[in-house]
């Protein structure tokens, strides 16, 4: 699942998609041609670390997961009494449902050697019911910081090492992170996850900001053959995963507008659940770019094909070569929120709805307006593959409070499909159900317990400033 955020820069400045198939709980989206630019993301707390932080303050001994392809499984971390610049830990994930399978499968057999106690001993002593994660966090300087990480399994699962190294950058505002991974996990728009051998990425972005312009920065490289995850169907991989190097640079203005704020007064000597979903409003937001992709290697030939299927080519930018590429193309995107309540009384004191539209390629939908233009110019049935092509991405998202500092919310992409025959032509994308909890004494932070009906996937994460 996405991050569940209301911010804009989610739609294109695609951020790490959260899941239970590894230890640390990250995947990667797979590159978009040519948006999403890969990494780009905000700083976040390591999966360790929220467990941690689970079973410190919110007594929480074990924290629970659920995947298809492992089930049902517990976590818990150990952490090492280190110096305060070090954090280091030991994460350890139990599978409960494959150890009740295994007792469903041969019993507990108790002989007059052997009590049910041993029996269960031995069913526990099973090393492919563990899993190990390595952890260790360091801050070299207050702008500095470098993890590595490295996971281990019993079973026939790859090992999985990880470093990554942020540093606010020496001008105000921006953000550095280098990271390498092997393998590197990834997953794309069918749900399907896949092992990319070696990974490693650069990633420069200008902080997000309410109104006015940003740029960013991503350089990635991949080695090695994509596999699939276990127990997936097969699919046709995604040319950006392919072996090779893609440097991505884009620039964005973005301006923000209230068509309404709420005057009226708070509720004195209350704070708010969340300091951030504290004041009524309804505004808009609105985002126009441009973006530059270079790519060399075998991931190059995506950058080659024109959309033939369309009857038309596209505006944007491309330059062939051999086993090389170069795409140019600019993307647009709108937005509505509106929120009603303080998120300070006890009872449905909150209710929030936000709204986006995404074009994520302006020479796609150029192209289509010109051909229905054409088409309705020579009094033609407009050709479906281009209302298609001007048609935008949909977001939507809802939360409503249902006591105290619980609250429901529901994140969904809603898409058009005009070649669909059986009648229906929208349809929900990648739905994703969360139980929201306000840790109202930390002004603005929430445990988040989510599951995604697609993925079959369910997990409890730590939020700070998620708005």
């Known amino acids: 699942m ?4 209301w911010a804009m820069d989610g739609g294109f400045w695609d951020l790490d998609v959260s899941t239970p198939r590894t230890l640390d709980g990250v995947a990667r989206p797979v590159p978009g041609d040519p948006l999403p630019l890969g990494i ?57 449902q494959k150890c009740v399978s295994s007792i469903k499968e041969h019993g507990l057999k108790q002989t007059p050697e052997s009590s049910w106690l041993q029996s269960i ?33 019993a079973d026939d699962r790859i090992p999985r090492k990880k470093a990554v190294f942020h540093h606010k950058a020496s001008f105000p505002h921006h953000n550095l992170t280098v990271e390498a991974a092997s393998p590197g996990l990834f ?75 709420s ?23 609105g985002i126009i770019g441009a973006v530059v992709s270079a790519s060399l290697g075998e991931n190059s030939p995506r950058a080659q094909v024109d959309d033939e299927s369309m009857g038309f080519n596209g505006f944007s930018l491309r330059a062939r070569g051999a086993n090389s590429a170069f795409l140019a193309d600019i993307f647009a995107s709108v937005s509505l929120s509106a929120q009603h309540g303080n998120f300070q009384r006890l009872f449905f004191d909150l209710t929030r709805v936000y709204t986006r539209l995404d074009f994520p390629s302006g020479s796609k939908f150029l192209s289509g307006a010109t051909r229905l233009a054409n088409d309705f110019y020579n009094s033609k049935a407009p050709c479906m593959e281009a209302v298609q092509a001007v048609c935008p991405n949909a977001t939507l998202s809802v939360q409503q409070q249902i006591g105290g500092p619980f609250s429901l919310r529901v994140d969904s992409g809603v898409s058009l499909d005009l070649k669909n025959k059986d009648g229906w032509y929208t349809s929900v994308r990648d739905p994703v159900f969360a139980l929201e909890y306000a840790l109202q ?4 932070a929430k445990a988040v317990a989510w599951y995604s009906p697609k993925q079959r996937e369910f997990m409890i994460e730590l939020r700070f400033f998620d708005t």
């Not at 996405?2 to 955020?5: A, D, G, T």
């Not at 009226?264 to 808009?284: E, F, G, T, W």
């Open 40 to 96: 780009s993301r905000g700083v976040r707390l390591s999966r360790p670390k929220q467990i941690d932080f689970f079973q410190r303050f919110m007594f929480m001994p074990f924290v629970p997961s659920f995947s298809p392809a492992h089930g049902l499984s517990i976590q818990r971390v150990l952490s090492f009494p280190f110096a305060e610049p070090w954090f280091s830990t030991v994460l350890g994930q139990f599978n409960i």
């Open 187 to 261: 997953t794309d728009e069918y749900g399907t996850y896949w092992d990319v051998p070696v990974t490693m990425a650069i990633d420069l972005a200008s902080l997000p900001s309410d109104s006015g312009a940003s740029y960013h920065v991503c350089i990635n490289h991949n080695a090695g053959s994509p596999k699939q995850l276990e127990g997936q169907t097969t699919n046709e991989v995604s040319a950006t995963l392919l072996p090779g190097l893609c440097a991505k640079s884009a620039f964005s203005f973005k301006k923000n507008i209230d068509i309404w704020r």
């Open 121 to 153: 001993g031995k069913h526990l002593s099973d090393k492919s019911l563990y899993a190990l994660d390595f952890c260790s966090e360091l801050l070299i300087t207050p702008d500095d910081t470098i993890l590595l990480s490295s996971e281990a399994y």
């Open 263 to 285: 005057r009226a007064p708070k509720l004195k000597m209350v704070q708010p659940y969340d300091i951030l979903l504290s004041n009524p409003h309804i505004s808009a937001s």
């Open 2 to 5: 996405k991050k569940l955020r």
């Open 441 to 444: 004494v930390l002004g603005s």
